[in-house]
């Protein structure tokens, strides 16, 4: 299994442009989850779901939005990019349970200049 | 609002040391705690997952313990090598939230 997936692992962003940050996992969870890290912080909230076609707000989603139209997909939108946004971007998934681990991807580092 | 504090924010200890990493969590509602490794530029690796009805989590030299009653988890790294040179997250997951709230990490710095 691959595990969570996350494309681009780099990018270089202009103020104003727009980007989607690409996840997928390959075992077959519900829960997905966005979060960002700024240097020397712990990681933040900015968006997750239960399940197909379900999204919820986190602690930071304003300049975000996310879809989730199968279980293996969950991408995060930057509509129109700010340097407040210049961060790494981690995804991830667990399943249902609430007793049960979360998994991370490898993470997206987005510097927006 | 669940808080989590980690401290120290950063250890440099000589190898073969023992040594403790400590996480405090302000709401003791949790389900579990889980306790990651960082690398510089990388991913999140799980190290241990400790349920809310467990005290401690074993792998290898790693032993992680669970005091919910007083907000407390320990991460216990025995003989510590160069190789577990990171940054050290731990996470809670509080009842009734469907999200881990993160501490901001001890990054560790293990001298050969």
């Known amino acids: 299994n691959a595990g969570v997936t996350q494309t681009p692992k780099f990018r270089i962003l202009k103020i104003g442009q727009s980007m989607t940050l690409q996840c997928t996992q390959d075992?077959?969870?519900?829960?997905m989850y966005w979060y960002r890290q700024d240097p020397g912080m712990g990681l933040k909230l900015i968006y997750y779901s239960v399940g197909a076609g379900i999204t919820d707000k986190g602690e930071v989603p304003n300049g975000y939005n996310v879809s989730r139209s199968t279980t293996e997909d969950f991408p995060l939108r930057l509509e129109l990019a700010a340097p407040s946004q210049t961060s790494v971007y981690f995804c991830?998934?667990?399943?249902?349970?609430?007793?049960?681990?979360?998994?991370f991807g490898q993470g997206t580092r987005l510097t927006v200049v | 609002k669940q808080e989590v504090t980690q401290i120290p924010a950063a250890l440099s200890v000589p190898e073969g040391e023992n040594l403790v990493l400590n996480c405090s969590f302000t709401?003791?509602?949790?389900?579990?705690l889980q306790w990651f490794r960082q690398d510089p530029g990388k991913g999140l690796t799980s190290l241990l997952l400790?349920?809310?009805?467990?005290r401690e989590q074993t792998s290898g030299r790693l032993n992680a313990s669970l005091d919910k009653s007083s907000g407390r988890s320990t991460l216990y790294i025995a003989a510590s090598q160069p190789g577990d040179s990171a940054t050290y997250l731990c996470a809670v997951r509080r009842t009734g939230r469907r999200a881990l709230t993160f501490g901001s990490g001890t990054r560790l710095q293990v001298q050969p």
């Open positions: 075992m077959n969870h519900n829960y």
């Open positions: 709401d003791s509602a949790i389900y579990n």
């Open positions: 991830a998934s667990r399943p249902d349970r609430p007793d049960t681990e979360a998994f």
């Open positions: 400790i349920q809310s009805s467990q």
